[in-house]
């Protein structure tokens, strides 16, 4: 009887792992893998014919010398990462929050803007992006030309003075349908009994009922994505290699597509252990501060009776 029952056990196991076995050996070989080997770059120095010598903290030194340095496009990169977070904690968070409420509320219209929002998730992002730039090719300076006579209007995706914004604007809307699915979907899940209940003690407006019902008890979605958020300051690109690919205006440079276009333009691979350095430094000054934002969420945030 243990023998067929151990049998049987070991049958599961196996069927288990056999669905588990490859992606686990896809996540050991590239991103263990390549992360492991990034670590040991950033200490080693690669000369013009492949030659590996160990460097020390040199590759430190010169990426620190790069970023204090007379390289604009390196602290521009690093400046809109920090305004790109900054704008979706302040702005774009509480504009999720207000939209997904509408929705779950099912105010007039809530089909209607869940159609619109829900179209970037709908079609291909590239489509997307692509529908976008023929719209501001196109769409926009004729609309210019007919409301106000102006037929010089600026390419709002290249010109200096517009693009930042115009790529600030495309994120947001994007973003919206990833928000107004798990937003929405978070709020649904909240038992219908315990609005009454507010009701009953008090909460008789919208406005207190999202900030005392509402809010803590979708508090844990909620911290995930600030979490999330933070841990990919540094690395998200956004829309812009799907925009611009090799050519943004380098006033829309943020780090994960500084960081995409060394790598694409480096020559060799010397110039490979400065970005690993690069890279192990960022890693070193987000990840202790993600951990110390998530216990600050944990700690300061509402709790649940």
């Not at 992006?129 to 995706?157: S, Y």
């Not at 290249?158 to 693009?163: I, N």
Request: hydrophobic share 50%; with cysteine; glycine share 6%.
């Amino acid at each position: 009887m243990k023998k067929a029952l151990t049998t049987k056990k070991m049958s599961e196991r196996l069927f288990i792992g056999s669905f588990i076995f490859y992606p686990l050996l896809l996540f050991a070989v590239f991103y263990v893998g390549v992360n492991f080997n990034s670590i040991l770059m950033a200490f080693e120095f690669i000369d013009f014919e492949g030659n590996v010598t160990w460097a020390g903290f040199e590759n430190f030194k010169l990426f620190i010398e790069q970023l204090t340095g007379e390289n604009p496009y390196l602290k521009v990169s690093l400046i809109n990462s920090l305004k790109m977070y900054i704008i979706n904690l302040v702005i774009c968070m509480p504009l999720y929050i207000l939209f997904s409420y509408m929705l779950f509320k099912k105010c007039m219209f809530h089909k209607s803007i869940r159609f619109v929002v829900m179209i970037p998730q709908i079609i291909s992002g590239v489509l997307m992006a692509l529908v976008f730039t023929k719209f501001l090719d196109w769409a926009i300076p004729d609309i210019a030309l007919q409301l106000w006579g102006e037929e010089e209007f600026p390419n709002l995706l290249k010109h200096p003075d517009y693009s930042f914004g115009t790529v600030l604007f495309y994120m947001i809307w994007s973003s919206f349908s990833t928000s107004l699915i798990v937003y929405p979907n978070a709020m649904n899940s909240i038992d219908p009994e315990i609005i009454e209940a507010g009701q009953i003690d008090g909460i008789n407006n919208m406005f207190l009922e999202l900030r005392y019902i509402i809010l803590p008890l979708i508090y844990p979605t909620l911290s995930t994505f600030l979490i999330t958020g933070f841990a990919g300051i540094l690395s998200n690109p956004g829309p812009l290699t799907t925009f611009y690919l090799y050519d943004a205006p380098y006033e829309t440079y943020n780090m994960g597509y500084y960081y995409f276009l060394q790598v694409v333009h480096v020559s060799n691979q010397s110039g490979y252990p400065v970005l690993a350095a690069g890279g192990l430094i960022m890693t070193i000054l987000v990840a202790p501060l993600t951990h110390l934002f998530k216990w600050i969420l944990d700690k300061f945030g509402p709790e649940v009776d």
